[in-house]
């Protein structure tokens, strides 16, 4: 039973670029979160979706991040003309449901040149 | 919004011993979870716990919700155990998703 997949591990962009990042949840997991991991900074809520809804994006700058998870494959973390401040590490984690537990994903570790 | 304190923020103990670290909250919540960050590595979920006890192995986490207080033991500590532990909490107001302490780093020394 695999666990929760991210891809890539690692991205490089420059800045004015697009980053797309990819989260496949555990299998039977409908329940996918977005974190964000700054260099020397704590793990930060980003966004909460379910299949085909966003519930939650009160954690995800209103400009150039969106986030889906359609009925079919994978979610995206997207994010559009990335800046040197984007640079992180993004995690992604599922769950069967709001009150199960979190599975955590290895991470992408975005690098903006 | 839930903040979320650890303590201590760095731990250095050799190997064999008894380590206690401290999660502390201000805002009731439904979950708290204890996770495990090696460096440059991924995320590990070590438990989750809504009242009382619960033992996997070497490591034992406590929770008193009246407190609004959290602790992870590892019982005879090894160097494999160094790591960054982190406490996260869901509930409490706010976002659906949850909400982080800054984390102990943990050195065990051989």
């Known amino acids: 039973n695999a666990g929760v997949m991210q891809n890539p591990r690692h991205l490089v962009r420059r800045r004015g670029q697009e980053a797309r990042l990819r989260c496949s949840p555990m299998?039977?997991?409908?329940?996918v979160y977005w974190y964000r991991q700054l260099p020397e900074e704590g793990l930060k809520f980003m966004v909460y979706l379910q299949k085909e809804n966003i519930i939650d994006e009160s954690g995800m700058p209103k400009e150039r991040f969106s986030a889906e998870f359609p009925k079919e494959g994978p979610s995206i973390l997207r994010i559009q003309q990335v800046v040197r401040g984007d640079s992180a590490a993004y995690f992604c984690?599922?769950?069967?449901?709001?009150?199960?537990?979190?599975?955590f994903g290895p991470g992408t570790r975005l690098t903006v040149l | 919004k839930n903040e979320v304190e650890q303590s201590p923020q760095n731990l250095t103990a050799q190997e064999g011993e008894f380590i206690t670290i401290n999660c502390s909250y201000s805002v009731g919540i439904s979950a708290l979870h204890w996770l495990q960050q090696h460096p440059g590595g991924g995320i590990v979920s070590l438990f989750m716990?809504?009242?009382g006890k619960k033992k996997h192995g070497r490591l034992i986490a406590t929770i008193n919700i009246q407190e609004k207080h959290s602790s992870l033991h590892i019982t005879a500590s090894h160097p494999r155990d160094s790591a960054v532990y982190i406490c996260?909490?869901?509930?409490?107001?706010?976002?659906?998703?949850?909400?982080f302490g800054k984390g102990t780093h943990l050195i065990i020394q051989p």
């Open positions: 984690a599922s769950s069967l449901g709001l009150l199960n537990e979190q599975f």
């Open positions: 299998k039977g997991h409908s329940h």
């Open positions: 716990l809504s009242s």
């Open positions: 996260a909490v869901r509930g409490g107001g706010g976002a659906d998703g949850l909400t």
